[in-house]
């Protein structure tokens, strides 16, 4: 496949297709009047648009048709009526948005079904008497849109969820990059940007993750596999198993490059990491490329002359043994991400994981009833975002009812489109909406100057269509400049004085947007509820769960099974949102971060935690292989399962007990440092009781934090 066809090119070609149908029936049947709700349905649809495969797409269209039937259908029957009209539009932007509680594809279809409704609106013309006809051209062009979609997706089946599995590893690349500035030895002072890049880079792992998992997740529901997917599968779990490894922390970073810094390991180490962060941004690149991996052995040889160097560094330093098993240990997960990435080349039929990808889902009326209701609360985001947009749609509903703005509605389309549901997003999108905005009416003024004719006017609704779509998910600045062109172009097509548009799209986009900045900052703004210890708390939960699950495969032998993944996935989980709530409050406004530096101790404290816990379920394969004496069984796990205790309860344990627990921990592991056993034992069983002792360490700082002490 040419490499120009990637999947962004793809992703457009469905509207590329229909949009050129559109404009065409304008054309021939000359029904310029009805060209703008034609061709906003076909946008509709495809803001709609969501990956599944076969069958789930034609549900998924089924129930879009539905839902955008009813939307447009009882809006068109309420314009007119003010004060109906503001009432329903209010209504249904509560419902929508709290759909979103279901999932994802409710939350993308029930937006979809409200930006229907103000399509529905804006495309509104007194002069056409059957009321229908708005309505109906919306559907047929979403229809259309629809048919062309599953036409495209028949000749790419699997180029989305591939897309997806490109987009992980070059997320893991970066992941693996971040990794390698551990051991850099002309920056040790800098260890602390560093656990927090780290921290942050993992957030976008973790992200990358949900997505492919959740494409995987429909794609395997049938009965027919295709082998690309079974392909796709094997290439995600290849990727869990290296962000384990590359997560995994055996020792104190700063310490071990101050031990390594004159020596040429700590070089070969950094420069191996950087390569198989190269190898990472390969495999995005071959399946982009729609091309076969081919493992650099590059890789290979760097990897040898690590070993070798250990090697050296070993005979060197013979009586440091902890030292050596740490850096045993680091290089036998490096070797194991070598392993990852060549049998990558390898074309196996894996049918074991196939079966075993989960995603949370709510069906059934009860469970999905249960679900919205349980965030009628101030304490969650969604709800809260649903009361502000639901204020900030009868504010602008009022407006133009009240003062009977020419072509007023654009206010309410920009205040929905902008309003997001925290301040940080909402700055960044009013600033991108309001720049694309204004270029886009300076280049659309130009335009009457140039005379264009009926047929060059729809080639360009075309092209800005199509440009829209393509800009729409990574440069939303663009995405506005070509959607302002392509409105422009159709109010020109439909008849319509283009120079008087100008000025009601570029001030009614700035009203819009001032609307919804003042939304986000004074009703139920989100740093009154960035509620940073109800995040952390969730996130040692996670983690102590995430430790319970790998002891237990430990004392019984390893099994990748899926309770095991949900766990290490809920613990990345909750590490990810507590980054993702420490980004926002370094958003907000600044007189809300007082207590951002206490947050950032925290994340890098919990990421230390997981970045052990995640050591010990690399180890799995080793502990299976080894005959565990009853010295270690009676010792091991008995203080393991003290630890997790105190990670659970880590709120909740008394200062005294806890310190008597903390206290009782570190008398049994210095017991088990010192019980007799054999040299072999000692050099096999030295790693967990090593990342026990580091979690150990951790406790303190952990229960200071949690009883306000920190």
Not at 365 to 386: G, P
Not at 423 to 444: H, N, P
Not at 457 to 475: A, D, E, I, P, Q
Request: glycine share 4%; charged share 15%.
């Amino acid at each position: 496949m040419n490499n120009w066809l990637n999947a962004k090119v793809i992703a457009a070609i469905p509207i590329f297709i229909a949009v050129n149908i559109a404009a065409i029936s304008v054309w021939a049947f000359n029904i310029s009047q009805q060209s703008m709700p034609l061709i906003l349905g076909i946008i509709a649809g495809g803001l709609v648009d969501l990956d599944n495969r076969l069958t789930g797409r034609l549900k998924n269209v089924f129930y879009t048709l539905i839902a955008f039937s009813i939307s447009s259908f009882i809006v068109q029957l309420n314009i007119g009526k003010p004060i109906q009209y503001i009432a329903l539009m209010t209504a249904l932007t509560f419902i929508f948005t709290m759909i979103g509680a279901v999932g994802q594809r409710y939350s993308t279809i029930a937006f979809g079904t409200l930006v229907v409704a103000l399509y529905t609106t804006l495309t509104y013309t007194p002069e056409i008497h059957e009321w229908f006809i708005n309505p109906v051209m919306i559907l047929c062009g979403t229809l259309l849109y629809s048919v062309i979609t599953l036409i495209v997706y028949l000749f790419f089946p699997n180029r989305p969820v591939q897309e997806s599995v490109a987009k992980a590893f070059c997320a893991l690349g970066d992941y693996l990059d971040a990794k390698s500035y551990f051991f850099d030895p002309d920056e040790i002072n800098e260890i602390e940007k560093k656990h927090l890049n780290f921290a942050m880079k993992n957030a976008n792992v973790v992200s990358a993750f949900n997505i492919v998992r959740t494409a995987l997740f429909y794609r395997i529901r049938g009965q027919h596999r295709h082998p690309r997917t079974q392909r796709m599968l094997r290439y995600y779990f290849a990727a869990q198993d290296i962000h384990e490894r590359v997560n995994s922390t055996h020792f104190d970073y700063q310490q071990i490059t101050e031990k390594l810094k004159n020596t040429d390991l700590i070089f070969r180490i950094q420069r191996l990491l950087e390569l198989q962060a190269q190898s990472c941004r390969e495999v995005t690149t071959s399946l982009r490329q729609n091309k076969n991996y081919q493992f650099n052995e590059r890789v290979e040889r760097a990897l040898s002359g690590t070993l070798h160097s250990f090697q050296l560094y070993r005979e060197q330093h013979i009586h440091d043994k902890d030292q050596l098993i740490e850096i045993q240990t680091l290089l036998d997960n490096l070797q194991s991400i070598n392993w990852q990435l060549r049998q990558l080349t390898q074309e196996t039929d894996d049918a074991d994981h196939l079966a075993r990808i989960h995603t949370d889902q709510i069906t059934g009326l009860k469970n999905i009833s249960t679900a919205i209701f349980s965030h009628f609360t101030f304490e969650s985001q969604l709800f809260r975002h649903a009361i502000r947009l639901s204020i900030v749609v009868f504010l602008c509903c009022v407006i133009v009812e009240f003062f009977q703005f020419n072509l007023g509605y654009w206010i309410l389309l920009t205040a929905v489109f902008v309003c997001q549901p925290n301040y940080s997003a909402t700055k960044t999108r009013l600033r991108q909406r309001i720049i694309g905005t204004f270029l886009g009416v300076v280049i659309g003024s130009l335009l009457p100057y140039f005379n264009p004719t009926l047929e060059l006017k729809l080639g360009l609704v075309v092209l800005t269509s199509t440009l829209f779509f393509f800009f729409r998910s990574n440069n939303y600045s663009f995405s506005t400049f070509f959607i302002t062109l392509q409105v422009l172009l159709s109010f020109d097509v439909m008849g319509f004085n283009t120079s008087a548009a100008l000025m009601p799209r570029l001030l009614d986009t700035l009203l819009g947007s001032a609307i919804s900045w003042f939304a986000v900052s004074y009703l139920w703004p989100d740093w009154k509820y960035l509620q940073l210890d109800k995040v952390s708390h969730k996130a040692v939960q996670s983690d102590a769960t995430y430790l319970l699950h790998i002891i237990s495969q430990l004392q019984f032998g390893k099994s990748d099974d899926l309770k095991y993944r949900i766990a290490r996935r809920n613990a990345h989980q909750y590490a990810a949102a507590l980054s993702t709530t420490l980004s926002n409050m370094n958003n907000e406004p600044e007189k809300y971060k007082a207590f951002l530096q206490q947050g950032f101790d925290l994340l890098k404290l919990n990421y230390s935690l997981l970045s052990y816990i995640s050591a010990l379920g690399s180890y799995r394969e080793k502990m299976n292989t080894l005959q565990q004496t009853t010295q270690f069984l009676s010792g091991f796990y008995p203080v393991a399962k003290k630890i997790i205790y105190s990670l659970e309860n880590i709120e909740k344990i008394p200062p005294s007990i806890f310190a008597k627990l903390q206290k009782n921990i570190e008398t049994h592991l210095k017991e088990l440092e010192k019980q007799e056993m054999t040299e072999q034992d000692r050099t096999a069983f030295s790693l967990p009781y090593q990342q026990l002792n580091l979690i150990t360490q951790l406790l303190p700082a952990f229960y200071s934090y949690f009883h306000k002490e920190y």
